[in-house]
């Protein structure tokens, strides 16, 4: 199967959205800002918990059990009716949530994760003020919180799924998995000044950059206009000048010299001063970064 056939789908199909993420990390309000956005269906374990079994249920993992097995079943009728589902979960594990990336993508080709980041200390707040004072939550005290916090496992490069990243630096994607949807071919011209994209550029659905619109992506190592495609985040190009950063992506395992970044990215990113990132934002060096300049005057 070519690289086309294998990232490139024609038929728009419904998306299942997993929300991942720890108690108070703020998973239900993404969650129904997408459901809102989307007219997708939002489906929350938790909610449903709550309403039929109350605030301290016992028995809880057979209880749970029922629960998910039921959210599994209507939430595959959706994607049979044409639309997309969001699981307002946690998928707190790796292997839960490799367990439920491989349940949706027997009933779907489009899965994302949704991650959100948090201070710990700040969920903890969050947490205990809505357990005290919001009669529909399910009930956790600062000893159940602490408990439960012991089985979280953050995102990590464990989890090679496409992902879109909250409440953190645009770095992080460094080394994730994202899927980008084109809106620029390559081949495809600027309609506003006129340029052919020698590359595939697109952007990174339900993501957020500076600018306020979705986060913006160049497609590498391809030689076929795509309409979206799957693969590993390898770069960042971070304009110094202009609040409106460009991942660089590839497909997974391809590796990409900075010369060869800067040189396929050129027709565009030469009219802003940039930096180019190799290294998600904690990591990274002085020697990562390579500082280009940018002409006085462009069309862009």
């Not at 057979?62 to 979960?89: L, N, P, T």
């Not at 590359?199 to 659905?205: A, E, L, R, T």
Request: net charge negative.
């Amino acid at each position: 199967m070519s690289l086309t056939e294998n990232n490139f789908s024609q038929t728009k199909q419904p998306t299942i959205h997993l929300m991942c993420g720890f108690i108070g990390f703020g998973k239900t309000t993404i969650a129904k800002q997408l459901a809102d956005k989307l007219s997708a269906v939002r489906f929350s374990h938790d909610d449903i918990m709550l309403e039929r079994y109350g605030r301290q249920p016992d028995n809880f993992q057979e209880k749970y059990k029922s629960v998910d097995d039921f959210i599994k079943a209507e939430a595959a009728q959706c994607i049979q009716r044409g639309q997309d589902v969001i699981m307002d979960y946690g998928f707190w594990s790796h292997d839960k949530r490799a367990l439920y990336y491989n349940w949706a993508k027997t009933l779907t080709d489009n899965v994302v994760f949704h991650v959100l980041y948090c201070d710990m200390d700040l969920a903890k707040k969050r947490t205990l003020q809505r357990s005290g004072t919001d009669a529909k939550a399910l009930m956790i005290d600062e000893n159940a919180f602490d408990a439960l916090s012991s089985q979280f496992e953050p995102w990590s490069d464990k989890d090679q799924y496409p992902v879109v990243l909250y409440n953190t630096p645009v770095f992080q994607y460094i080394g994730k998995t994202v899927t980008v949807k084109m809106d620029r071919p390559l081949g495809s011209k600027h309609p506003k000044h006129g340029f052919t994209y020698p590359v595939n550029y697109g952007f990174i659905p339900y993501s957020l950059s500076g600018d306020g619109e979705e986060l913006d992506a160049y497609v590498l190592g391809t030689n076929d206009p795509l309409q979206q495609f799957t693969g590993k985040c390898i770069a960042v190009i971070h304009r110094t000048n202009d609040d409106d950063d460009k991942l660089i992506v590839v497909p997974d395992g391809t590796d990409i010299s900075d010369d060869d970044i800067e040189e396929q990215t050129a027709f565009q990113e030469k009219w802003f001063k940039h930096i180019l990132v190799k290294h998600s934002e904690e990591h990274r060096t002085h020697s990562d970064l390579v500082f280009v300049e940018a002409p006085t005057q462009g069309p862009l």
